[in-house]
């Protein structure tokens, strides 16, 4: 990783953005996931109240996809993926994001979170269950509708594979988990933005985004399934936290991917992985220039403009209530 904090003293002639203050409008007739409209394929959702959990429309996985496989001397490779892909709508208000909901409201939603998970996770073809929000047209959301996908592999995604390996080879080696290690290194708190009784949120040392941030429970364990109902409720009150801290940055929505990774289903011990969360926002500058991962960042190594210090600094020196709250 290359760290250059000067660059952010260059002069800015490049392309900008424009900052996204969503409409307020709780129901819109013309989107898509709306309670009660129609969709592209002509299904019509329910008229839901809380979340609502559908099958995507037009899936990047089917479940239906024989097991076939290519290979042509070795070098030219290619496997078919069947899977399942799955849309979850966080609400039925249209205008709302993790940020502006309700702790009650986001306690539903992980309770949608855990109860695909644990759907998905029986299915026999599926060995990995991928939660992720797409937030913003930034990061590609087709929908401004409060929303995210879930997407079930039958082989385990290449990030998940050298994330187990990782923690595989630091458990042998050491008799201890790498995350639970690495928590420890953390206690003094200078890349430490939010905390609670269960979970720390922070701007991990090997950050590449600009205000990239992880979210570590406290205590060890696997997957989404297994937490507590404390730690439920303590998840929801970090993804809250968390979320309007981003907001609060530029006091504009923050667009981000984020999503959870935990332990493959694959049927086989996973005593050295630890459950987290990853947020990955773009921008960099203000609300209207982002972090474009281009040229050195493609062609030779990661490079970030800000120290993860620095960034975690300025999160945590961020009020907790959302911007738009405080403007009344």
């Known amino acids: 990783m290359l760290v250059s904090p000067q660059r952010t003293r260059r002069p800015?002639?490049?392309q900008t953005e424009r900052v996204e203050e969503p409409a307020d409008i709780t129901y819109d007739p013309t989107c898509y996931l709306c309670p009660g409209n129609p969709r592209a394929e002509g299904q019509r959702n329910p008229e839901y109240t809380g979340t609502f959990v559908f099958e995507n429309d037009f899936p990047a996985l089917y479940p239906g996809t024989p097991l076939e496989n290519f290979n042509s001397g070795g070098l030219l490779v290619a496997e078919a993926e069947p899977g399942f892909a799955r849309v979850v709508c966080f609400s039925p208000v249209h205008d709302l994001?993790?940020?502006r909901m309700s702790l009650s409201a986001i306690e539903g939603v992980i309770e949608a979170w855990i109860q695909q998970n644990a759907n998905l996770s029986a299915e026999p073809l599926v060995n990995y269950v991928q939660i992720f929000e797409n937030r913003g047209a930034m990061m590609g959301a087709s929908n401004p509708?409060?929303?995210?996908q879930i997407w079930a592999n039958h082989r385990i995604p290449n990030e998940i594979a050298v994330e187990a390996q990782s923690q595989e080879k630091w458990q042998q080696e050491h008799g201890s988990c790498l995350l639970c290690d690495y928590l420890l290194l953390e206690a003094k708190g200078e890349r430490i933005v939010a905390q609670n009784e269960s979970f720390i949120a922070l701007a991990p040392f090997w950050a590449v985004w600009p205000f990239e941030t992880m979210i570590l429970p406290r205590r060890h364990f696997s997957n989404l399934s297994e937490l507590s109902a404390a730690e439920h409720a303590a998840f929801a009150a970090i993804l809250q936290e968390m979320t309007i801290r981003l907001?609060?940055?530029?006091e504009a929505p923050c667009p981000?991917?984020?999503?959870?990774?935990q332990a493959p289903c694959d049927g086989k011990p996973h005593?050295?992985?630890h459950f987290h969360a990853h947020f990955l926002?773009?921008?960099l500058r203000s609300a209207t220039v982002r972090k474009f991962l281009v040229g050195y960042e493609l062609l030779a190594m990661p490079q970030r403009d800000i120290t993860a210090e620095s960034?975690?600094?300025r999160l945590r020196g961020l009020s907790p209530v959302h911007y738009r709250a405080r403007r009344g």
Request: hydrophobic share 35%; aromatic share 18%; glycine share 6%.
């Open 145 to 148: 509708h409060p929303h995210c």
């Open 256 to 261: 981000y991917s984020m999503g959870f990774h």
């Open 247 to 250: 907001d609060n940055l530029f």
């Open 281 to 283: 926002p773009p921008l």
């Open 271 to 273: 005593s050295s992985w």
């Open 12 to 14: 800015w002639q490049g």
């Open 97 to 99: 994001t993790l940020s």
């Open 311 to 313: 960034a975690a600094e």
